[in-house]
T-cell receptor, first 109, second 114 residues
Framework: KNEVEQSPQNLTAQEGEFITINCSYSVGISALHWLQQHPGGGIVSLFMLSSGKKKHGRLIATINIQEKHSSLHITASHPRDSAVYICAVSNFGNEKLTFGTGTRLTIIP | DAGVIQSPRHEVTEMGQEVTLRCKPISGHNSLFWYRQTMMRGLELLIY????????DSGMPEDRFSAKMPNASFSTLKIQPSEPRDSAVYFC????????????FGPGTRLTVL
């Protein structure tokens, strides 16, 4: 079974700061997902990646397959970025996702 | 597209009652997933279907839980009899069904069993 760990568990930052959230996993994967869960509870898929780097607006996701590690970066953070960010991985030949415990991000104006 | 639709959004029931949660996936998606989220355990996969066939139900906690997908546009998750420890938010998600696909989540059903 793949173990997925995220750090930090909680992160509070000032508006405008550069944010980094980390995710590591124990077994080789087919893809890694970053999800965002807003205070209201809804879950949105931000990225799915299997190599390299992806960028969407102020969000950047990177993955290092050899090191079994991914990072989610937020540039010029804003209070509306406050949410729980969840890393999840899927294994080869299987669409089943294994989730990390999430990182609760709070951006203070 | 309306996205993944779940009903009801909130359900409060008494211990021992049957509970049925419903999900309509995005049209054209071939895979459907049922998840449960609790404070203690976070998000957990319960079961997933591909082309209406259950592929992996290893996350279903016990025989009280059952899931069906009678057609490509509808799925149910049933708990009978319900217990207080089943209280959680239940999410349904769908994806186009190929490997490396993004999953699209519904708004969730918040279940409270008294």
């Amino acid at each position: 079974k793949n173990e997925v760990e995220q750090s930090p568990q909680n992160l509070t930052a000032q508006e405008g700061e550069f944010i980094t959230i980390n995710c590591s996993y124990s077994v080789g994967i087919s893809a890694l997902h970053w999800l965002q869960q807003h205070p209201g509870g809804g879950i949105v898929s931000l990225f799915m990646l299997s190599s390299g780097k992806k960028k969407h607006g102020r969000l950047i996701a990177t993955i290092n397959i050899q090191e079994k590690h991914s990072s989610l970066h937020i540039t010029a953070s804003h209070p509306r970025d406050s949410a729980v960010y969840i890393c999840a991985v899927s294994n080869f030949g299987n669409e089943k996702l294994t989730f990390g415990t999430g990182t609760r991000l709070t951006i203070i104006p | 597209d309306a996205g993944v639709i779940q009903s009801p959004r909130h359900e409060v029931t008494e211990m021992g009652q049957e509970v049925t949660l419903r999900c309509k996936p995005i049209s054209g998606h071939n895979s459907l997933f049922w998840y449960r989220q609790t404070m203690m355990r976070g998000l957990e996969l319960l079961i997933y279907f591909n082309n209406n066939v259950p592929i992996d139900d290893s996350g279903m906690p016990e025989d009280r839980f059952s899931a069906k997908m009678p057609n490509a546009s509808f799925s149910t998750l049933k708990i009978q009899p319900s217990e207080p420890r089943d209280s959680a938010v239940y999410f349904c998600a769908s994806s186009p069904g190929l490997n490396f696909d993004t999953q699209y989540f519904g708004p969730g059903t918040r279940l409270t069993v008294l």
